[in-house]
């Protein structure tokens, strides 16, 4: 038999439902597309549990049919899936078949919603990030955080039919997976209590996410080819140092020590720095994920065979993608970059000093010989901010990674330097403009109480005088604490107490170049600029047969200094002894250079001076 307030209730569930699906369908792409759907649906589901009550009604039954029928018909047009979760994030009642095709799972119900997502790594942490969020957002405050599903790319098993491939060579969505846009919306219901649910709209953006993706990368193409034709040929010799700075990776990770991976980890961010400055993103990304791990290093222990294993994989991909860039540069520009020592220059560097130690030994007018010397080394010299192109191009990425306010800047110089003479000052200069970045810039409350600018400031001069070529780099940062320095170095037996109460303040500034100054346990606000100074004085001293000072004002700042006599070690050395032998009928000339080298040439009879053959007739030694 009917029920009168069943019937009653039935005719109300029906007219307010279809006026809400009305509505659902008239004003779906309105801002109040979620509130609609959300209250259209626990609708139905109240309306379910209210009228299924009476099974021994059959009109009640057969009306409700009609009404979900009509909702199913919604429900599976909209361009949205839609599914049900309690408050527990667990799906209820009947998910849309929209919903069940993205998800690709007909039996959703009854499931936690993470794992409907498949997701299984940090699953309780992604839970709570989502019940932190679900929380924020049952009141209208706009302050919540971001929803972590916004765009979430779900993997899905690959179907047997294989879909049609984009044949395109840089496919950026793998066949097997799918981009959704999932938003949430709170309902609370009123019966016999307060019930709270959860609607989830669920919309397939892969389409829209290939087509973001294709645009993103065609810019970025166009950013790097933009970046490379600006100057091809400092592209060509930053690309060209970067097989061998893979290497050292390699031979860093090898090495298990915290000092190595230190090393490694400044390896990769110059790698970084290259690729940033020349649109290379993937290359960018692939040293980003590295950088992320070796941060996470803080002691021997955790350097274990997972993290190499780990490590080695990346600088696998790092290798690849440099070596895909090379081989693309060959296709652009016709240039093997492997094979290039010297891009810079039209003419291979090596190939030049050869040439000219050759005319060097040639028998002709010394002042000749001069001016044709002097013309030759004209050719490898270049602009001085052309040379230093890897200093200019790494120092903005180190800034950026250590989140620091520091303006870095260069004096105008239009002077020429020696090719090799600027490819091996690069190193230094980066390195201790790295240790200024790192250790030496005071902290904002200093530079307050200090009346600096939040900003602090670097600053690179290369300039010529009397004593040859000279770099100059200046901050307005910390400074050196000379007491500081003096009980550090007296602590580490570098220096005896007594001695160090007499010490000039330049002797104690020289401290920080001192071999075993700074080691991976010392504290770095006192030791940290001397942080791979070995390799530095190395360079300039022995290298490039110079020399470095720095001056400083603790709280001030400092000024690095390295100067390079004009006839620096790279360039030809000067011939200061000349001698000819023979044996066995055959004649020769040795050339001995300033530092004691020796160059044998084999020469006719008519080759010797005349006064060195009357010498050996002589003394018997020719007939």
């Not at 659902?24 to 259209?40: P, R, S």
């Not at 996470?296 to 690849?320: N, R």
């Not at 007594?498 to 700074?518: C, G, K, T, V």
Request: include cysteine; charged fraction near 30%; proline fraction near 3%.
């Amino acid at each position: 038999m009917n029920n009168p307030n069943y019937n009653h209730s039935l005719s109300l569930a029906k007219e307010e439902i279809m006026s809400k699906a009305y509505q659902v369908v008239k004003t779906f792409a309105g801002t109040d597309e979620q509130t609609i759907l959300a209250e259209l649906f626990v609708e139905m589901e109240d309306a379910e549990d209210l009228l299924i009550k009476p099974k021994e009604v059959p009109s009640v039954n057969e009306s409700v049919g009609v009404i979900k029928q009509k909702l199913a018909l919604i429900e599976n047009n909209l361009p949205v899936g839609l599914l049900l979760l309690d408050e527990h994030l667990i799906i209820i009642g009947p998910s849309s078949e929209k919903c069940k095709e993205l998800f690709n799972n007909k039996e959703l119900d009854g499931l936690e919603f993470i794992d409907a997502l498949g997701i299984n790594d940090d699953r309780d942490h992604i839970n709570e990030i989502l019940i932190e969020y679900l929380e924020s957002i049952k009141t209208a405050s706009d302050n919540h955080p971001e929803n972590p599903f916004e765009i979430f790319e779900l993997k899905v098993e690959p179907s047997d039919t294989p879909e049609e491939e984009d044949m395109s060579s840089d496919e950026t969505i793998p066949i097997d997976s799918k981009w959704l846009r999932i938003r949430f919306q709170w309902v609370s219901v009123t019966d016999g209590g307060i019930k709270n649910h959860v609607l989830v709209f669920v919309q397939d953006i892969s389409a829209a996410k290939r087509k973001e993706d294709d645009m993103l990368k065609m810019e970025q193409k166009n950013i790097h080819l933009q970046s490379v034709a600006h100057d091809p040929d400092v592209f060509c010799e930053l690309l060209g140092t970067l097989p061998k700075m893979i290497n050292l990776c390699q031979t860093d990770l090898s090495d298990q020590t915290l000092l190595s991976i230190s090393s490694l980890f400044e390896r990769v961010l110059t790698i970084k720095g290259v690729a940033d400055s020349f649109g290379c993103f993937k290359l960018s990304e692939c040293c980003d994920l590295f950088i992320r791990q070796l941060e996470t290093i803080e002691s021997e222990s955790s350097i274990d065979k997972d993290f190499v294993d780990s490590s080695s994989q990346h600088i696998t991909l790092i290798k690849d993608e440099v070596n895909n860039l090379i081989g693309e540069t060959q296709f652009l520009l016709g240039i093997d970059v492997s094979d290039v020592k010297d891009i810079s220059l039209r003419v291979s560097s090596n190939e030049l000093k050869n040439r000219m130690n050759e005319i060097n030994q040639l028998s002709i007018d010394s002042d000749a010989k001069t001016e044709i010397l002097n013309h030759l080394n004209q050719l490898k010299k270049v602009q001085v901010y052309k040379g230093l192109a890897l200093t200019l191009k790494i120092i903005p990425t180190l800034i950026e990674f250590s989140g620091k306010e520091v303006a870095f800047s260069t004096e105008e110089n239009d002077a020429l330097i020696d090719i090799d003479i600027a490819t091996a000052l690069n190193e230094p200069i980066i390195q201790i403009i790295r240790n200024i970045i790192m250790y030496g810039i005071d902290s904002h409350d200093d530079r307050f109480d200090r009346n600096k600018s939040e900003e602090a400031t670097i600053t690179l001069s290369v300039y010529y005088d009397e004593d040859g070529l000279i770099v100059e780099i200046a901050d307005d940062g910390e400074g050196l604490d000379l007491d500081a320095l003096t009980e550090h170095a007296v602590n580490k037996g570098l220096i005896l107490k007594e001695d160090s109460e007499s010490m000039a303040e330049e002797e104690i500034m020289e401290l920080i170049f001192m071999p075993n100054f700074y080691s991976e346990s010392d504290e770095l606000t006192i030791a940290g600029l001397a942080r791979g100074m070995k390799d530095v004085v190395e360079t300039v001293r022995q290298k490039l047969k110079g020399d470095i000072f720095v001056d400083s004002i603790h709280g001030q700042g400092n000024t690095f200094i390295i100067k390079i006599p004009i006839s620096g070690a790279i360039e030809t050395r000067k011939v200061v002894k000349k001698v000819y032998g023979f044996h066995d009928k055959f004649y020769y000339h040795f050339d001995i250079d300033s530092e004691g080298e020796c160059q044998a040439k084999r020469i006719n009879l008519e080759d010797v001076p005349e006064s060195v053959i009357k010498k050996w007739k002589e003394t018997g030694l020719l007939k």
